[in-house]
């Protein structure tokens, strides 16, 4: 598996880097759109965007670090080292989301309402971006055989990738992606429910991302751990807890969710 996407010589570009890229841009791009057809203040939004991207994607690292803090002590300048892996969703989404309450108490906005117009574009994003785990061969299973993979119908340069030091692996990378696209084609179609209350958006991205990623982490070799536990799946049930409170018991006294794409439909 070649990591480096393009090479010059002096420098390098890992897949790694333009997955994460991809993804981001991606997200962006929905979410432009989203705001585009709310005529929601855009300057407001770039600059949410903008920072939100900077604080997640320092979180992302912190909390990773943190949890391999031992190694990194030993090895401190490979924290800057991101191309090499090392980015934990959890640690995004926190810092990400720190920032956005912040920034939204700030400029008087509805949280809510702004983290259900993000989370559409958000989701696409961490799809795309687990491919970046593909090139680093990182974000991987249980060693298991090429007939069970073959039969389970994964593609043959998956297959391929996941040949490490000669075993082969589950592919949770792909499972993870293939679930986060579905979710981002579920937000897509529900967000056209005419009551649709403010919240229910962003309550269904926390079930729908936790409840599977407590399935795959449980798969993975390379966990974050806590002793004996791991952190993804703790963090996974209390966003589901969130979850489940904004989308059915947050509604009865919310908004309605000015559900613009309700009113094409008709």
């Known amino acids: 598996m070649n990591r ?126 687990r491919w970046g785990n593909f090139f680093n061969q990182e974000a991987y299973g249980a060693v298991t055989t090429i007939a069970k993979l073959k039969s389970a119908g994964i593609p043959d340069f998956i297959i391929n990738g996941m040949n490490i030091l000669g075993e082969y692996h589950q592919p949770t990378f792909f499972y993870e992606s293939i679930w986060n696209f579905f979710g981002f084609i579920a937000l897509l179609l529900i967000r056209k429910y005419p009551r649709l209350k403010i919240g229910q958006l962003t309550g269904f991205y926390l079930i729908w991302y936790s409840s599977a990623r407590i399935i795959i982490e449980g798969m993975r070799m390379d966990s974050l751990m806590l002793d004996n536990f791991r952190i993804a799946q703790i963090v996974s049930i209390g966003c589901i807890l969130i979850g489940l409170y904004l989308f059915f018991i947050h509604p009865r006294r919310g908004l309605r969710f000015e559900n613009l794409y309700a009113k094409d439909d008709e």
């Not at 700030?106 to 994003?125: A, E, F, H, W």
Request: with cysteine; glycine share 10%; net charge positive.
């Open 4 to 129: 480096i996407a393009v090479d010059f010589g002096f420098i390098q570009i890992y897949w790694y880097s333009l997955l994460i890229l991809l993804a981001i841009l991606s997200s962006s791009i929905i979410i432009y759109f989203e705001i585009k057809k709310r005529k929601i203040d855009q300057d407001f939004f770039i600059n949410l965007l903008f920072n939100a991207v900077i604080f997640g994607f320092i979180g992302a690292r912190l909390y990773y670090v943190v949890f391999n803090l031992d190694y990194y002590l030993k090895y401190p300048i490979e924290i800057l080292e991101i191309w090499n892996g090392g980015l934990a969703i959890h640690g995004g989404l926190l810092f990400g989301g720190i920032f956005t309450l912040i920034y939204c108490k700030k400029y008087k906005q509805n949280t809510l309402k702004i983290l259900d117009i993000i989370v559409v574009g958000l989701i696409l994003g961490q799809a795309i971006g």
